[in-house]
């Protein structure tokens, strides 16, 4: 009777070191848990802050493609508009450059000289106040007068 005793208070102390062993492991495993969800919840945070910046991000260039779409469509319409100017009355620059050497060079510098200007405007140069308040066909710069004189209005 005394054997039997013994090993069932055997058993209910191992029953009791196994059940003390598993709290101190459960909670081992729950502080681990604990860290992990830290971590877990900082990444989504770091996530959520990525996606908003690469939001922003995003729409800056689709802003900054639509600003360039339409300094593009206004280039174009310019080099129509010289396109027109030059190739009218079916000139012959070749001839008139033989006929009147000085005349054609005069135009030819003045016209490089604006051409250079618009390429820098183009290239992000600030305008100029003379630029800004020109309102005269006079005043302009005739080889880019949209994007070169915005308070031009031709008529």
Known sequence: MFGIRLFL??????????????????????????????????????????????????????????KMNELVGILKKDLEDLDKRFNKKNRDVGKLAIAKTKSIERITNGASALATRCIEIASGSPLTEAELNATKKSEINSECPSIANPNYIPY
């Open 9 to 66: 208070i055997g058993i209910v102390a191992t029953a009791i070191a196994g059940g003390g062993y598993y709290v101190v492991k459960l909670q081992k495993d729950n502080a681990i848990l604990k860290a992990n969800a830290i971590k877990l919840e900082s990444a989504v945070a770091d996530q959520k802050q990525l996606i908003e910046n690469q939001k922003k991000d995003f729409t800056e260039i689709l802003d900054a493609n639509n």
